[in-house]
């Protein structure tokens, strides 16, 4: 026997970004490849030196990210001062980034970290970030977040920022006249 009710139909699921789907098994390799390199490196140096290599990492990461705080926390309060825009912070935030991955249990983590460390290297991610980040932007669907991020770009040629301009018409028989609800704009 059939009944004359149809099955419900769902919406097609939408597909899953590779972000997604590759990043799980990115960290579960990592983490696999750093417990496998510690075990190799305590096979021929012994358990006391894994502990001294790991202790010294955290230790030395500790200190760059302190240094890099402290460094972030002056130019901070030296630009308040002046009453200047803060500048990009992006050299502090690798250098935090190093600092953190110092920290963690690992020897991949560790070169990583001290690699961020390096200037030159620094300024190769740097510029590629930004890259990146200005090609995702332009290609976003235009909406409240993307206008915002055009709007905090645009700037006028004596480098403020320029929203929009407000014309006034107070001539008699204007928009503003005495006949009219809204009040005059005052300036």
């Not at 390199?37 to 302190?66: N, Q, S, W």
């Not at 935030?93 to 290297?121: A, E, I, Q, W, Y």
């Not at 991020?149 to 928009?175: C, L, N, S, T, Y």
């Amino acid at each position: 026997m059939t009944s004359g009710a149809s099955s419900p139909t769902y919406p097609a699921r939408p597909r899953r970004s590779r972000m997604r789907t590759f990043l799980p098994l990115g960290v579960a390799a990592w983490l696999v490849l750093e417990i496998w390199l510690l075990l190799l490196v305590a096979d021929a140096a012994g358990g006391l030196a894994v502990l001294l290599l790991l202790v010294a990492g955290f230790v030395g990461g500790a200190a760059v990210v302190k240094r890099a705080g402290r460094r972030a926390f002056r130019n901070l309060s030296e630009s308040l001062q002046r009453g200047t825009p803060p500048q990009s912070g992006g050299a502090n935030g690798l250098t935090m980034l190093g600092g953190l991955l110092l920290m963690l249990p690992g020897l991949v983590s560790d070169v990583v970290g001290l690699l961020l460390l390096v200037p030159p290297v620094q300024k190769a991610v740097s510029a590629y970030t930004e890259r990146t980040i200005d090609r995702k932007l332009r290609a976003s669907v235009p909406g409240p977040l993307g206008d915002a991020f055009a709007q905090a770009r645009m700037r006028g040629a004596d480098g403020k920022v320029v929203q929009g301009e407000v014309i006034r018409d107070d001539r008699p028989g204007g928009p503003y006249d005495a006949g009219d609800d809204r009040p005059p704009l005052t300036g």
